[in-house]
């Protein structure tokens, strides 16, 4: 999947390029309205993730060339006007979705995500699955073997968020992006700590290991005989 984000604010744009990165899609990036223009209109993009304010062009024109030129790519525009009056006017024009600055990037991706698989025609996955590890989605329910296991909220989406990437190596930067709302503290044990709870409940007393730790990497859980 590949997206791109018109975004000035060099901060935000190397922000969103590096978790979007890391979440396994191909980015691209344009720092003002003339470029973003320019791309959205001659290269292909599976979404547009869109801020308002830009040099040159403002994300209204952007957005009404792009309708006008019959493009239907999703458009998510990413803005710090939150004013009632801005958010009617963005899904008058055919945005598909407004998110407004300062912003979490776990929603962000999930708003991504759901934009997405709109259109597509896979049914929606709602259990996940590794060996004998499964995971309700709409029930937010874990077993294994057949046992019920309870987690914390946070434990249950970093499980997700494992599951979702298994047999890749999780940096703790994505893992503290995803589950936790924040950028990652080198001198912080949090993501350790959580692991290692999180292994507790669904590794100790269970064959195989599911939960690896790839050292100075990350974490990853592994589909047994992957490796």
Known sequence: MKILIVEDEAKISEYLRQGLSEAGFMVDLARNGLDGHHKAMTESFDLIILDVMLPDIDGWRILQSLRDAGTTVPVLFLTARDSVDDRVKGLELGADDYLVKPFAFAELLARVRTLLRRGQSAPL?????????????MRRRVKRSGRKITLTAKEFALLELLIRHRDEVLPRSLIASQVWDMNFDSDSNVIDVAIRRLRAKIDDDYEPKLIQTVRGMGYMLETPGSG
Do not use: R
């Open 125 to 137: 996955e709602t259990t996940l699955t590794v060996a004998d590890l499964e995971l309700d989605l």
